[in-house]
């Protein structure tokens, strides 16, 4: 043991959402390892402790938006709802948290800074924000897909005299916004349910919108499915096994039919069906299979969308402006009524792509075209998705290399979950992960590489690493496979456009989680071939 102001641990976790708790209580209560957790935020929950904002909801069914280790409380609670709101599924993070007893072994409030890769007694230096050091053998850091915040600059905004808020760090004191003039920025998933939340209760709502999306209702009005809730009252393993072998992890099998090989009455019917059902992700994959990768379907759907749109919206100016005119590839976004917003009285739609917003002043927000007068400016404006959280930690690797410089020009890395050069050091859904919903692949992941700590372990090995081919060979597939579909050809945080300079790059699986766990199982099978195990 070294310097006794070094904490000595087996393995640290970054992040307490719904992956760095499972990886805690993975390592401490089942492998028995000294864990300590960190977390900048005051309590656990990540993603849910954070986006606080009215309208905030899961949009994947609660059934599969849970974990699966502990079998007594997947059977015994119960969502009041399909689709949870906010502080719904934040309880259920903090039951989990208070059963499986993780809080004593979480540092809150406390940001992780710097690690380094100590070769001598090999593990990570970690260093805190507030300097605080330890050494950990292995580190994992579930530190979120979605989680960076985006907050674009606008000149003039400290001389606004209302409120500017972020979405994504939302108040934990109550917000009035009963009567006052308020601006969205940003129609993303976030974007549209606050803007479907606040509408009724705002004085007047201006929407800021630079590129119109294509909405789904989520058919929150449904119940959850009866025979998901019985097959998980009579076999959870089989339940979770189900979900976990299919594409997406959202619930359903993805269709095997082209758009195009039915006739258009039975394609407008299959498009009405699940329109009705709700969800997002159902509408783009459980229709037909090709909704993704060929143009030739994706218009058969954004024309139904297009219909829909311009049949729900009166003012058929309006209904232009919110009418998408690129592919549906884009995370497809759900919430129910959001069209309908736009019926409003106290609602403007504004276009800041046609008339760019100029910056604040000290009574609102300038557009080219004038001044809009605000009490209340609400940023919906995204993440830094998929590396910007890893990229936030000053990571030293193997020989001196630098996280931030080996992903200078895009990320590199295998499955989401390790990273060749940075040994001992995990992710969970980092990039190269597959395109799902996540928590029951957070679990899924961790299982596994706590399987091959476990391996390493019981072979005498210290330290477990990813060779430069194997990671090599997944980016290739990864990049091969993104390519094929239109999501390479459409602007999003999927692909890293959202954010001015970060660089265009693939940066997930798409080739679903059922090919997903057949390879990661041959990795086990081959006993790691492609994993370097160090005495
Ligand atoms: P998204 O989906 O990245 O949406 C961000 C929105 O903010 C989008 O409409 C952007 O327009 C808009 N935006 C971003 N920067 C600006 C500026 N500078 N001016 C005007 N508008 C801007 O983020 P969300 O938080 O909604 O959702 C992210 C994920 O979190 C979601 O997919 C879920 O999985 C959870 P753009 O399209 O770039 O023109």
Redesign the pocket.
């Known amino acids: 043991h070294s310097s006794p102001d070094v904490t000595e641990l087996d393995v640290a976790v970054i992040g307490t959402g719904f992956g760095g708790l499972y990886a805690l209580h993975k390592f401490r209560n089942e492998l028995g390892l000294n864990v300590q957790a960190f977390d900048d935020a005051g309590d656990v929950g990540g993603t849910w402790y954070w986006n606080r904002y009215p309208g905030c909801r899961v949009d994947t069914e609660a059934t599969v938006y849970c974990y699966s280790f502990d079998k007594d409380l997947v059977r015994s609670w119960k969502w009041s709802e399909r689709y949870p709101q906010q502080p719904e599924v934040l309880a259920y993070l903090n039951t989990v948290a208070t059963k499986h007893d993780l809080r004593r072994s979480i540092n809150f409030n406390t940001r992780v800074v710097n690690a380094e890769w100590d070769e001598t007694s090999p593990g990570w230096k970690l260093t805190t924000a507030d300097g605080r050091r330890y050494k950990a053998q292995f580190v994992v850091e579930g530190v979120g897909l979605?989680s960076s915040t985006?907050i674009?600059k606008f000149t003039g905004s400290e001389t606004f005299k209302g409120e500017i808020i972020s979405?994504?760090r939302w108040p934990q004191r109550p917000v009035d916004l009963k009567g006052k003039r308020v601006a969205v920025?940003?129609?993303?998933?976030?974007?549209v349910q606050v803007i479907t939340a606040i509408a009724p209760e705002v004085g007047h709502l201006y929407v800021?919108?630079?590129?119109p999306?294509y909405v789904v209702p989520l058919g929150n009005q449904h119940p959850l499915p009866e025979k998901a809730l019985r097959a998980i009252q009579e076999d959870p393993d089989e339940f979770f096994r189900w979900n976990l072998n299919t594409g997406a992890v959202f619930g359903f099998q993805e269709s095997t039919i082209p758009a195009l090989s039915v006739s258009d009455a039975e394609r407008q019917r299959l498009y009405q069906q699940a329109w009705d059902r709700g969800n997002g992700f159902a509408f783009m994959l459980e229709t037909f299979s090709d909704l993704t990768t060929s143009e030739e379907a994706n218009k058969t759907a954004t024309d139904f969308m297009r219909d829909k749109i311009r049949s729900t919206v009166k003012d058929p100016q309006v209904a232009e402006m919110l009418c998408p005119n690129d592919f549906y590839a884009?995370?497809p976004l759900a919430t129910d009524n959001y069209y309908e917003v736009y019926n409003r009285s106290n609602v403007t739609l504004v276009d800041?792509?046609a008339d760019p917003?100029q910056g604040f002043t000290e009574r609102g927000i300038r557009t080219t075209s004038g001044e809009i007068e605000l009490d209340v400016v609400i940023f919906?404006?995204?993440?830094d998705?998929v590396t910007g959280n890893y990229l936030k930690i000053d990571t030293t690797g193997r020989d001196g290399q630098k996280l931030q410089d080996k992903w200078r020009n895009g990320p590199s890395a295998f499955a989401g979950v390790a990273i060749s050069g940075f040994p001992n050091l995990f992710m969970i859904y980092g990039p190269f992960c597959p395109f799902t919903s996540q928590p029951l692949v957070h679990e899924w992941q961790v299982n596994w590489f706590a399987d091959l700590v476990v391996h390493a372990r019981a072979t005498g090995g210290k330290t477990v690493e990813v060779s430069p081919e194997t990671e090599k060979a997944w980016v290739k597939v990864c990049v091969d496979g993104a390519a094929a579909t239109l999501f390479a050809r459409t602007?999003?945080?999927i692909n890293g456009t959202?954010i001015p300079g970060k660089p265009r790059a693939a940066m997930f699986y798409m080739n679903g989680m059922a090919n997903y766990i057949k390879e990661m199982s041959q990795i086990v099978n081959s006993g790691y071939a492609g994993f370097g195990i160090g005495a």
């Not at 800021?208 to 590129?211: A, D, I």
């Open positions: 979605l985006n674009p979405a994504s920025i940003g129609t993303g998933s976030t974007g800021l919108q630079r590129t999306q884009k995370r800041v792509k917003i919906a404006t995204g993440f998705a602007d999003s945080w959202n």
